[in-house]
């Protein structure tokens, strides 16, 4: 049974950080498109971004179907909103019943909020085993360091 890396990234973050574990474990790679489009610049770009969050917005995703039988285990990754996860992630969430896999967290975030990201996610997924979880702070800025960590992270998982 294979891995899944699966997320959704609106500047390059959690991108950034989804394919260095996917590399790292040789795990498939999806990243999770929708065809709502946030403002990319300013106070705009928070302010929808957040509203989307609080209104608890599901927007469609525009992937194609995922078939997640063939994975016995799902790192899911996003960037942190408004102390949350990103809404194409409840998306995923919501459109995939997801139960009784292994499933590994990780995020993107500006330096607070990825705790209760974690634990909202764990929230809206039971009835799964969490493996474990991993949070970087703008990790683009800091790349070499990052990657080292997350290779780390993805090494020392049972998988
Ligand atoms: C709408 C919005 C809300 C955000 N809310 C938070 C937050 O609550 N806490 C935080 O630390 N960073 C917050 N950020 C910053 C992002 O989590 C951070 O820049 C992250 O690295 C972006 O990942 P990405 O490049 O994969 O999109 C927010 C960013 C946006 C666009």
Redesign the pocket.
């Known amino acids: 049974m294979s891995t899944l890396v699966v997320y959704f990234?609106?500047?390059?973050?959690?991108?950034f950080i989804a394919e260095k574990i996917a590399e790292t474990i040789s795990a498939d790679v999806i990243e999770l498109n929708t065809s709502k489009k946030y403002p990319t610049q300013g106070f705009r770009?928070?302010f929808w971004?957040?509203k989307s969050v609080i209104f608890g917005e599901k927007p469609k995703l525009t992937n194609e179907d995922i078939d997640l039988s063939r994975y016995e285990t799902i790192m899911i990754g996003t960037?942190?909103?408004?102390?949350s996860y990103a809404p194409p992630v409840k998306s995923f969430i919501s459109q995939y019943k997801i139960h009784g896999k292994r499933i590994a967290l990780f995020a993107?975030?500006?330096?607070?909020?990825a705790e209760k990201c974690f634990a909202r996610l764990k929230e809206a997924l039971p009835d799964n085993q969490f493996i474990g979880e991993t949070a970087y702070v703008?990790?683009?800025k800091s790349p070499e360091e990052s990657s080292a960590k997350a290779l780390r992270w993805a090494k020392g998982l049972t998988l």
Do not use: I
Not at 108 to 113: E, L, V, W
């Open positions: 990234s609106f500047d390059g973050n959690t991108k770009k928070y971004g957040g960037p942190v909103w408004a102390g993107s975030h500006g330096g607070n909020g703008e990790p683009k």
